[in-house]
């Protein structure tokens, strides 16, 4: 007999069935015992009676969380003793068979609450448990409809998903790098991309015009309670495109978005306010202002664009300029002598998306010039050999006809997490690491061994203590 899902059953009502799951619960009620049965779909109640007593014993011995499997009619369960509660609720399960598929020791915690109660440390370490509460089970559900509703959106405005490499060269988003040692060629390395930045703009030199990926991005942030080394975003890039037609992109595939798949929430502002770094700071001393008319409705969403960053940022510590966005932003001067000299006064094509007072997003319209990457460049302190260097193919790409081209990037945890009123993004990332980037599942980062390290090139001069 095929496999039914518990929320199928209700389809055959006084026919057979065969359910398998794990054992949630198991009550005795007199001489019944009562189990619920947990499967992907739902929950699905089964009693045993006295009355088949091989059945029965073997039912006396069940735990929470075994692997079971059991055969029997579907039958409607006596009047009062329904669940409106569950799909499920008015039928039960009489079984003719069972059987023990798995065991299972007493789980660390329970998985029959939300979870928030539980010290975050076990739940990480234990994650393919945590990952049994209906709570996380629905967040990533909604989580890969989320996905699903950006790529049927994105497809069907004509843009093509087209995978970037993971092992790649160092793309200054303003975070430091994940290196990986190659093995091939001593001595040099790559890195993991910080976005996929400079592939996305060589594929409008290649013609894509119309880019999109839901990419994860690597960066070895310092440790941040509500930052993940990796995150996903949702990352496009257009050529023949103005900064009005990014946003207005963006804002129709959230609204869209919203009203598809969280039909309860209330968007605060349709058009989503579009306000320049200057005013935002103005009146609301920040460039992530929250909108929100009530902050304590938890069905409100305030999506915002706060456009016209200034394009570079004076490090006080460094004493050296940086790139607000990032270096291949296009500033909105043609003026070499300012930007060279007056890098402070120098806006960028550069806009930010923010929702509930927290940054969704970010990006900007591309310099195709290469003097003006050169000059912006300079500012930032690199020599003009050194960054052709680093980057020659968007020089030598550049010279064969490029459109102009700008995109963006938004964080799909953040976002769920804001949508799903979660109080940090690892409750809706099913591997997600601690705020100092371990993964407590799998104990990494890890050692390895000395082989591994003498293919690799790699010799480990000081070893730092264990931290726990
Ligand atoms: N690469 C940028 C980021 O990851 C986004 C962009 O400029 O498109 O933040």
């Keep these: 007999m095929k496999r039914t899902l518990n929320v199928e059953t209700i389809k055959y009502l006084k026919k057979g069935v065969k359910v398998c799951g794990w054992v949630q619960r198991k009550r005795s009620h007199g001489k019944i015992i009562f189990i619920d049965l947990r499967d992907r779909g ?18 006396q011995k069940l735990k929470p969380e075994w692997v079971i499997e059991v055969t029997g009619i579907i039958n409607r369960r006596p009047k009062g003793m329904e669940n409106p509660k569950i799909e499920t609720g008015k039928i039960e399960l009489q079984p003719k068979d069972l059987k023990t598929l798995s065991q299972a020791k007493t789980l660390p915690f329970s998985v029959e609450t939300p979870g928030y109660e539980i010290s975050e440390k076990i739940r990480l370490k234990y994650r393919y448990l945590d990952l049994r509460r209906k709570r996380l089970r629905k967040n ?34 303003g975070a430091r790098d994940f290196l990986v040692p190659s093995r091939l060629q001593p001595g040099k390395f790559y890195a993991l991309p910080q976005s996929p930045q400079q592939y996305k703009q060589m594929l409008q030199v290649a013609g894509i015009e119309k880019y999109f990926q839901i990419a ?19 990352d496009i890039e257009m050529a023949f495109t103005k900064q009005k037609d990014v946003l207005d992109l963006i804002e129709k595939l959230y609204l869209n978005l919203v009203k ?70 296009k500033p909105q001067t043609d003026d070499l002598k300012k ?8 806006l960028a094509w550069q806009y930010d998306f923010s929702l509930n007072g927290y940054e969704i997003g970010g990006g900007s319209l591309r310099t195709t010039n290469p003097k003006i990457l050169l000059a912006v ?33 938004t964080g799909i945890d953040r976002f769920l997490a804001v949508v799903l009123n979660e109080p940090n993004i690892r409750e809706v990332i099913a ?3 601690t705020g100092d980037n371990r993964d407590l599942m799998m104990g990494v980062p890890a050692e390895v061994n000395a082989k591994q390290l003498k293919e690799s090139h790699i010799k480990i001069l000081t070893k730092k203590k264990k931290k726990r």
């Excluded at 045993?48 to 014993?57: A, E, I, S, W």
């Excluded at 456009?307 to 460094?318: A, L, Q, S, V």
């Design 42 to 59: 739902g929950i699905l109640q089964i009693i045993f009676t006295p009355k088949d007593k091989k059945l029965y014993q073997l039912a």
């Design 140 to 173: 990533l559900e909604i989580r890969q409809k989320v996905i699903h509703f950006m790529r049927d959106f994105l497809i069907r405005e004509g843009f093509i998903e087209v995978e970037t490499p993971i092992l790649t060269k160092s793309t200054p988003e």
């Design 216 to 234: 994860r991005a690597l960066r070895d942030e310092d440790p941040r309670a509500d930052r993940q080394a990796e995150h996903t975003q949702l």
């Design 260 to 329: 598809r798949l969280f039909p309860k929430k209330k968007i605060t502002k349709i058009p989503f306010p579009r306000v320049t770094c200057k005013e935002a700071m103005r009146k609301y001393k920040t460039d992530k202002p929250d909108l929100r008319k009530d902050k304590k409705n938890p069905n409100e969403l305030a999506f915002c664009f706060i456009t016209d960053f200034p394009m570079f940022k004076w490090h006080e510590i460094e004493k050296e300029w940086g790139a607000m966005h990032h270096p291949f932003t």
């Design 339 to 346: 930007i060279k000299k007056e890098p402070e006064k120098v």
């Design 377 to 409: 460049f300079e500012v930032l302190g690199h020599k003009k050999q050194e960054v052709k260097k680093q980057f020659p193919h968007y020089f030598e790409a550049f010279s064969y006809g490029v459109p102009p081209h700008g995109g963006i990037a």
């Design 431 to 433: 591997f997600p690491k």
